[in-house]
């Protein structure tokens, strides 16, 4: 399975290439093209070699013509960029349904153990990290929260409280020679709420990314603890016996461009646009699913699942749901538990959408 996905994987990377082969027949720039569209596109990649495809279908013309539209909707930049964004994300759905020794022999480049080195809650302070816990009263956020779980069959009476986690590290002014780097800050800051196993992103800023706005360079200080993935999860580990089933992760107000450009492209190829909650949810096998999984806050909560399997236990991202509240945009990651039953339904269902786009 691992040799069937990397082939498929390689046929997807061919895309520009076989695209660029191909008569070109530019539509009005008014036309909307929905993700069905996309989703036809890729099974006939997936589904075999543009030259060896049933004639009637015409897949070459259908290619071509179709990217072409999609180029006039977003740009040929922006299409790259989905292109790039859904590649990964179907990396990264098999990835979470993999056991951990496949998970390893799976990743870029191929590892010994997918299993992340931060499995307990002390690697925060040995890695330079100051924090504190406080109980959250954001009544805005707590009152976000309230819908989400609303979906579910709780007893609000007995959800309890809700953490705010904030952790910083300083890294301290540098000067080399004429050059002179100011300090910059990282800071790793969630809400979570144990019974209704929620972890909120609120603010968080990588080493690397600190680096980056202090225009320092990105590897200056920056420690082995450096990802938003094992950070949430280590800063979930501090709650200790309390902490339940992790079942939501809510990537809030979200910042990253990368990510805004992800959802303004799947919101123009579709005619579509952002809305308030409930917003539109997208299943995580459909390419819309598979392009937020790809995204720089959706890799992370992937990243979290398929790197600490051994503390969380095999879940899955089954479905993501868009929404913006106040102007500013919010993605939600529904998680569900995988047992071996499953697991092989489901993953044979991953496999099959990339075979056939359904």
């Known amino acids: 399975?691992?040799?069937?996905?990397?082939?498929?994987?390689?046929?997807?990377?061919?895309?520009?290439?076989?695209?660029?082969?191909?008569?070109?027949?530019?539509?009005?720039?008014?036309?909307?093209?929905?993700?069905?569209?996309?989703?036809?596109?890729?099974?006939?990649?997936?589904?075999?070699?543009a030259s060896s495809v049933l004639p009637d279908r015409q897949?070459?013309?259908?290619?071509?013509?179709?990217?072409?539209?999609?180029?006039?909707?977003?740009?040929?930049?922006?299409?790259?960029?989905?292109?790039?964004?859904?590649?990964?994300?179907?990396?990264?759905?098999?990835?979470?349904?993999?056991?951990?020794?496949?998970?390893?022999?799976?990743?870029?480049?191929?590892r010994n153990t997918a299993a992340s080195a931060f499995r307990h809650e002390e690697a925060i302070q040995a890695n330079g990290y100051n924090g504190a816990t406080s109980e959250c009263e954001d009544t805005a956020l707590l009152a976000i929260l309230s819908e989400i779980l609303r979906q579910g069959s709780y007893d609000f009476s007995i959800l309890g409280r809700t953490f705010s986690f904030e952790h910083e590290l300083l890294m301290p002014a540098?000067?080399?020679?004429?050059?002179?780097?100011?300090?910059?800050?990282?800071?790793f800051s969630q809400v979570i709420n144990p019974i209704g196993g929620i972890i909120v992103a609120c603010e968080n800023l990588s080493p690397t990314g600190a680096n980056r706005e202090a225009e320092r360079p990105l590897g200056l200080d920056v420690p082995r603890l450096s990802n938003w993935s094992?950070?949430?999860?280590?800063?979930?580990?501090?709650?200790?016996?309390?902490?339940?089933?992790?079942?939501?992760?809510?990537?809030?107000?979200?910042?990253n461009e990368i990510t805004e450009s992800i959802v303004e492209s799947i919101n123009a190829a579709s005619a579509t646009e952002i809305l308030q909650w409930p917003g539109r949810t997208y299943d995580a096998n459909s390419l819309?699913?598979?392009?937020?999984?790809?995204?720089?806050?959706?890799?992370?909560?992937?990243?979290?699942?398929?790197?600490?399997?051994?503390?969380?236990?095999?879940?899955?991202?089954?479905?993501?749901?868009?929404?913006?509240?106040?102007?500013?945009?919010?993605?939600?990651?529904?998680?569900?538990?995988?047992?071996?039953?499953?697991?092989?339904?489901?993953s044979q269902g991953a496999v099959d959408f990339i075979m056939a786009g359904i």
Not at 75 to 102: C, D, P, T
């Open 230 to 255: 094992d950070m949430a999860f280590l800063q979930w580990r501090l709650l200790g016996s309390i902490a339940s089933n992790l079942r939501y992760v809510l990537r809030h107000r979200i910042t």
């Open 288 to 346: 819309e699913g598979q392009a937020l999984l790809g995204t720089p806050n959706g890799s992370g909560v992937a990243f979290m699942l398929y790197q600490h399997k051994h503390d969380l236990g095999l879940k899955v991202i089954n479905k993501i749901t868009a929404f913006e509240k106040d102007r500013e945009l919010m993605l939600l990651f529904y998680i569900v538990d995988v047992g071996p039953r499953t697991r092989t339904a489901m």
């Open 59 to 110: 897949p070459t013309l259908q290619l071509g013509t179709f990217r072409e539209r999609l180029e006039a909707c977003l740009g040929n930049y922006r299409v790259k960029q989905l292109e790039k964004a859904l590649i990964k994300g179907q990396q990264l759905h098999q990835l979470m349904f993999a056991n951990g020794q496949s998970a390893a022999r799976m990743s870029t480049p191929p």
């Open 1 to 49: 399975m691992d040799v069937f996905y990397q082939s498929q994987l390689e046929k997807h990377r061919h895309i520009s290439r076989i695209a660029n082969r191909i008569d070109r027949n530019r539509p009005q720039p008014d036309t909307h093209f929905t993700m069905s569209d996309m989703q036809a596109l890729y099974a006939m990649l997936a589904a075999s070699d």
């Open 174 to 187: 540098h000067k080399t020679g004429d050059h002179y780097y100011p300090e910059a800050t990282a800071k």
